[in-house]
């Protein structure tokens, strides 16, 4: 005969094995993971959240899972945004309500902090409401979880500091070549100008298309050096904005496709995508200038006209992996690639740029909710990955 479990001496093992687990997590990412599968044990639930960095009414969406791995609508993530807003403006810590969206859903909302770090697990599902016992629940499993928000908090200063002693270098070598590298476009498209100004010289039209040809070429470059400096200076200001819409995954890499058979003829892009179906929420434009980045980022420095591009649906994520057959990226460069002003030395005579297309690359992704990361060998080349939620935060 089985002997009935008794509740509370259940609940505080989960709680024990919960911890333990924490203990070995290596990132926060993992740690939520674990938080979710733990509380759906205690607590049923269709869809669990959970914000950090929350200041003056800010805050960023860290994490979204749904039980049965369902694509979470614009719509709940938006109506949920509002309530979490009104939960820390007001200074609950525990919220049970509800969202009007269709199905509505009934929300529990939970918020705790350690000095400036912040964190809210918001639980939704439909028909049942949360209860009082479920709250205290969530109580428990949200503390648990902010020293791991904290401890990654600290972590980011840490890194941030050494970032801002790194880039200081970095600006000051930038600010050194910066001037020569454009002088050079601009020394080009003047005399091949003047050239063709001469009057006491009639040029061939065989010439002139040459000599039209290298001012476009120049032309094209300087005003991508500027560009870049433009967005970077946009990023910095914090006056970088994103106009989301919901776009295919295919349409997208037609976009891509035909923006290098015009500025890369020779170059073959090979793109793997699982089917025509898979639907994104970006800003189309930038999501378009991050990846063209990377081609040309491939292409200037890889030495390639073959380049792979693996797409795959991931529940509410996708993975685009970008891949050339080069000679790889030196190791000691891998940790600072995607650093402003970084610049691979030694490329080949005659290379230049601003060092800030990866830059502004991760930078792009990062506004979207997602992450970018590379590997690189001699013998594999160069894989680049970016995983971007399909709803972004």
């Known amino acids: 005969m089985n002997t009935p479990r008794n509740e509370p001496t259940g609940q505080l093992d989960d709680i024990t094995a919960m911890l333990r687990e924490l203990q070995a997590c290596v990132s926060l990412r993992d740690a939520c993971e674990i938080l979710f599968h733990h509380v759906i044990k205690q607590i049923h639930i269709q869809i669990m959240l959970i914000h950090r960095n929350v200041v003056e009414g800010d805050h960023s969406l860290l994490f979204v899972r749904t039980q049965n791995d369902t694509t979470v609508t614009g719509s709940v993530i938006t109506k949920e945004h509002e309530i979490v807003k009104a939960l820390i403006a007001e200074g609950q810590q525990t919220l049970i309500g509800h969202i009007e969206t269709r199905p509505a859903y009934h929300l529990l909302g939970q918020y705790a902090n350690i000095g400036s770090v912040n964190c809210c ?13 479920e709250a ?60 063709l100004l001469r009057t006491d010289i009639e040029w061939d ?40 819409d919901q776009i295919a995954i295919s349409t997208l890499m037609e976009t891509l496709t035909a923006n290098n058979r015009e500025k890369h003829p020779d170059v073959n892009l090979h793109i793997e995508i699982p089917h025509n179906h898979i639907v994104v929420m970006v800003d189309p434009s930038k999501m378009i200038r991050a990846f063209q980045n990377l081609v040309d980022n491939a292409i200037k420095h890889a030495n390639t006209l073959e380049i792979w591009i693996k797409i795959r649906d991931d529940n509410n994520a996708i993975d685009f992996t970008f891949i050339d057959q080069g000679a790889g990226i030196p190791s000691s460069r891998i940790d600072n690639i995607f650093h402003k002003f970084s610049r691979i030395p030694n490329d080949a005579p005659g290379e230049h740029g601003s060092g800030l297309g990866l830059y ?30 399909k709803i972004p935060s």
Not at 232 to 241: I, K, M, N
């Open 121 to 133: 697990i918001v639980l939704l599902r439909p028909q049942t409401p949360f209860s009082t016992e």
């Open 360 to 389: 502004i690359t991760k930078q792009i992704i990062h506004k979207h909710g997602g992450e970018i990361s590379i590997s690189s060998s001699s013998e594999n080349g160069t894989a680049v990955t970016i995983t971007i939620p």
């Open 205 to 244: 039209a065989q010439t002139q298309w040459k000599f039209l040809n290298v001012i476009n070429t120049e032309t094209d470059r300087l005003a991508d050096m500027i560009t870049n400096m433009l967005e970077t200076a946009r990023l910095q200001s914090g006056h970088y904005e994103l106009n989301f």
């Open 136 to 195: 205290n629940i969530l109580h428990i499993f949200t503390h648990f979880l902010l020293p791991f928000v904290a401890n990654e908090k600290v972590a980011e200063y840490d890194l941030l500091l050494n970032d801002n002693i790194a880039q200081t270098h970095q600006q000051n070598d930038f600010l050194a070549n910066i001037t020569h590298d454009l002088r050079n476009p601009l020394g080009c498209i003047k005399g091949y100008t003047t050239t």
